[in-house]
């Protein structure tokens, strides 16, 4: 009896001593994915300031008053450029820029265990605004454009990022935190630097100083962020489990290669091979074209492509519209900041709204697509026609509004049918695609090198691609519904189901938390 008292007691002491590794290791890890494990008081308080000090970041790195005043500054008589200069030569670059770093910056964010990435896009914003305030050429302003574009493709380090400080239970909390952070600075930004510009009768020189100032901070908070030990791609932690299963796998190979000298020699480029196919990225592309058969993520990732392409032209080119209208109407105060403000403000309600809807998305997915793109065309086709600055503003306003009222939907319904490192995967591809895309609408319509054209007749062909858009949507519904009520008498009561919610309980939580990730952006 005091035998099996003796071992039940060694058992329960080895036990506790396995329970103990196990959390001094997942504590290590900054998140292990394993969700059963109570992680120490020393390391969760230690992973909870971590991710206050990201969300920090978050903030202060969104701190730039003079951000949209700077279009005013480079048409002002204090650096003098023409708004054709600006229009055909200058802004074009931004998304030539972002086009090529986009690929290589998504794949060293992950290699790089984001922290890098996150310094060189602080470097980089205080390179912008250097050059803001000392250049005075075209070619420095173009070279502007270049570490923007550099600056919006690092933006994928800051949202992945956080995931890998918590468990994957975590995901969907800390993803609202560091995205509540990012749109609060905005917001705070652009309030600052109207109310500067309105109330200071400070000038565009002076705005973009206090630019550097806050962006130099940020630079030092990137560079004080810890380092995490893991990361979704090239950096993942292997449970004990997997990396036994991996050590049985390579001695059964070996003990298969190595009895003939030849048979080794045979099997060498045979296994390199192997680990070519196996590797990271070759299956997770054989997954991706295997996934794409799914009628609702083609018609998401299509949205994805197409409207965020329309939707980013407009927000380069807007700035200009507006100094030419205003110009037109002789106003001369200008309210871009606050009317980033207002549109950050409104984005952020539509944005929270989305997540109440509940309707049939495999039945009117197309049907609500098409009525918010017509309405959007129809704005586009108002900022290109008015006179009227204040009527240029709200049209501008609603318009992000609708865009940001899809962007939760369109991405919880990517991502709820992928696991977390394809949904990465996923975006990444769509992103590169819709960049693609509006690199070669700029080279046609807007850059130098094509037809050059002015702002207004910009946002003529910006409506017009939002209509056909608006018509390819309304047939595609069309068909849709057609379909549904022709099938729904042989199917009887099995067609009838119930409104879906954009969150609902049966969601995978690694999944689930990607639909409050939005990449801002956009």
Not at 164 to 188: D, E, H, I, N
Not at 417 to 429: D, P, Q, R, W
Request: aromatic residues 12%.
């Amino acid at each position: 009896m005091e035998a099996e008292d003796s071992a039940g007691t060694g058992d329960e002491m080895d036990r506790k001593g396995r329970e103990k590794k196990d959390l001094q290791e997942d504590a290590g890890t900054a998140g292990c994915p394993s969700d059963s494990l109570q992680v120490e008081p020393s390391g969760s308080r230690k992973v909870n300031w971590a991710v206050v000090f990201l969300c920090f970041y978050g903030f202060m790195s969104s701190l730039k008053p003079g951000e949209p005043f700077i279009t005013p500054y480079l048409l002002s008589s204090e650096k003098n450029f023409t708004r054709e200069q600006v229009t055909n030569e200058i802004t074009p670059v931004l998304t030539y820029s972002y086009m090529a770093v986009l690929v290589p910056t998504f794949l060293l964010t992950d290699l790089m265990r984001y922290k890098p990435v996150l310094v060189i896009q602080g470097l980089s914003q205080v390179v912008i605004w250097i050059i803001l305030l000392l250049g005075t050429t075209l070619l420095e302003m173009q070279f502007v454009e270049f570490f923007y574009g550099i600056t919006m493709a690092c933006r994928v380090a800051y949202s992945s990022y956080i995931f890998s400080l918590v468990k994957p239970g975590q995901y969907q909390r800390v993803a609202g935190y560091s995205r509540s952070s990012v749109l609060l600075g905005v917001f705070t930004s652009s309030v600052v630097g109207q109310l500067c510009l309105s109330l200071g009768n400070i000038t565009y020189y002076t705005l973009s100083s206090i630019s550097l100032g806050f962006v130099s901070f940020g630079l030092v908070l990137a560079l004080c962020l810890p380092w995490p030990k893991r990361s979704l791609f090239f950096n993942r932690v292997k449970t004990q489990e997997q990396k036994e299963l991996a050590e049985v796998a390579t001695k059964s190979e070996m003990d298969h290669m190595n009895p003939k000298d030849d048979a080794q020699s045979v099997a060498a480029p045979l296994c390199s091979i192997s680990r070519w196919k196996d590797s990271v990225f070759v299956q997770m592309l054989l997954e991706v074209r295997g996934v794409l058969k799914q009628p609702n993520l083609r018609l998401w990732s299509m949205w994805w492509v197409l409207n965020s392409t329309g939707y980013y032209l407009v927000l380069f080119y807007v700035h200009i519209l507006w100094n030419k209208v205003g110009l037109a109407t002789e106003n001369k105060h200008v309210y871009n900041g606050a009317v980033e403000a207002a549109s950050t403000l409104l984005s952020t309600l539509t944005s929270f709204a989305a997540g109440f809807v509940k309707i049939r998305w495999d039945l009117w997915s197309k049907l609500v697509i098409a009525v918010i793109t017509a309405v959007q065309a129809g704005l586009l086709l108002l900022m290109g026609t008015t006179d009227n600055i204040w009527l240029c503003y709200v049209s501008y306003i609603v318009f992000r509004g609708f865009y940001q009222f899809l962007v939760p939907l369109a991405t919880f319904q990517i991502a709820s049918s992928l696991t977390k490192e394809l949904c990465a995967l996923v975006f990444g591809i769509n992103t590169f695609l819709a960049t693609i895309l509006k690199s070669i609408i700029i080279l046609i319509f807007a850059d130098k090198r094509g037809l050059a054209l002015d702002v207004r007749s910009q946002f003529l062909v910006y409506f017009i691609y939002f209509t056909l858009l608006t018509v390819m949507y309304f047939v595609g519904a069309a068909v849709i519904i057609f379909r549904h009520y022709r099938n729904q008498p042989r199917e009887g009561v099995k067609t009838v189901g119930q409104p879906v919610e954009l969150h609902p309980a049966g969601t995978n939580p690694e999944t689930e938390a990607l639909s409050n990730d939005v990449q801002q952006a956009c």
